[in-house]
């Protein structure tokens, strides 16, 4: 239980670094369609994952898969902080993403890096914190 503390009071007082550090980092294309392996963050998540398109795996230009409205099983932040005081584990839900491309790539309604939900678990916005494209030909709408 102590330990369970301490890592709360850490992650308390190193959340604005975090914040800085992780979940809002600039990305220099909010318009690059969002890839299989891209990172997505939660407002009051802990951390950050690596999100899994797994719903269109036929959806694939230059060899990346690439995501669609349908793909919403978002990975776990560890914690949720959305309750001052305390954490919880993170069981993310969502219903639908908000920002996409309706036309996307072969006529699926894709994500994009602008792409961002609300999580009606407990109320956080996720949002993307890199497309998961590599490589200088990164594609976008």
Known sequence: MECFRNLNTFLTSNRLLFDLLIKNKNMKNLNEY?????????????TCEKFKVDNNP????NGE???TIEDKEIPDFTLC???KG???FCTPKIERWEVFDPLGVNGQPTLIAASTAKCTAEGGIIKFSNSGQSGSNKITR
Do not use: D, L, M, P
């Not at 890839?35 to 802990?46: K, Y």
């Open 34 to 46: 969002v890839t299989n392996g891209a990172s997505i963050c939660c407002s009051e998540g802990v």
């Open 58 to 61: 036929n959806t694939i230009i």
């Open 65 to 67: 898969v690439f995501a």
């Open 81 to 83: 902080q959305k309750k």
């Open 86 to 88: 305390y954490f919880r």
